[in-house]
Nanobody
Framework: QVQLVESGGGLVQAGGSLRLSCAAS????????MGWYRQAPGKQRELVAA???????NYADSVKGRFTISRDNAKNTVYLQMNSLKPEDTAVYYC?????????????????WGQGTQVTVSS
C-alpha cells in the first residue's frame, strides 16, 4: 500500500504565497515522476508542475516564474512553492506520483494521487 498525503493549502490574499507538501509512504521501491495538478470548479484537472527523479522540471505556462516545484528524495516528498498568487490560482491541488513497488516478485509501477488540498486566493 502506498499513500500520498498533502498539506499546506489554505486561504491567502492575492500576491501572497503558499507552500504545498506531499509525502509518499508505504511499500516504495522508487519514485519516478512527481507532480502537482489542480482542478477549479467546473474545469478539467490540469497539470501545474512536474519533476522527474533526476530533477528536471516543467510547468504550465500560467504558473511559470511564480511557482517552483522541488523534491526531497530522502523524504519521498515533493513541494510546490507558490508565489505571487492570483485569484485564478484558486483550485483543489492534487499531488501525483509514479511509484514502483515489489508485487508478487515483480517490480511494478503505479500512478498514485493524493486526496487534494484546497487553495483559495482572494482578490
Amino acid at each position: 500500500q502506498v499513500q500520498l498525503v498533502e498539506s499546506g493549502g489554505g486561504l491567502v490574499q492575492a500576491g501572497g504565497s503558499l507552500r504545498l507538501s506531499c509525502a509518499a509512504s508505504g511499500s516504495i521501491f522508487s519514485i519516478n515522476a512527481m507532480g502537482w495538478y489542480r482542478q477549479a470548479p467546473g474545469k478539467q484537472r490540469e497539470l501545474v508542475a512536474a519533476i522527474t527523479s533526476g530533477g528536471s522540471t516543467n510547468y504550465a505556462d500560467s504558473v511559470k516564474g511564480r511557482f517552483t516545484i522541488s523534491r526531497d528524495n530522502a523524504k519521498n516528498t515533493v513541494y510546490l512553492q507558490m508565489n505571487s498568487l492570483k485569484p485564478e490560482d484558486t483550485a483543489v491541488y492534487y499531488c501525483n506520483a509514479v511509484i514502483s513497488s515489489w508485487y508478487m516478485g515483480s517490480l511494478r509501477s503505479y500512478d498514485y494521487w493524493g486526496q487534494g488540498t484546497q487553495v483559495t486566493v482572494s482578490s
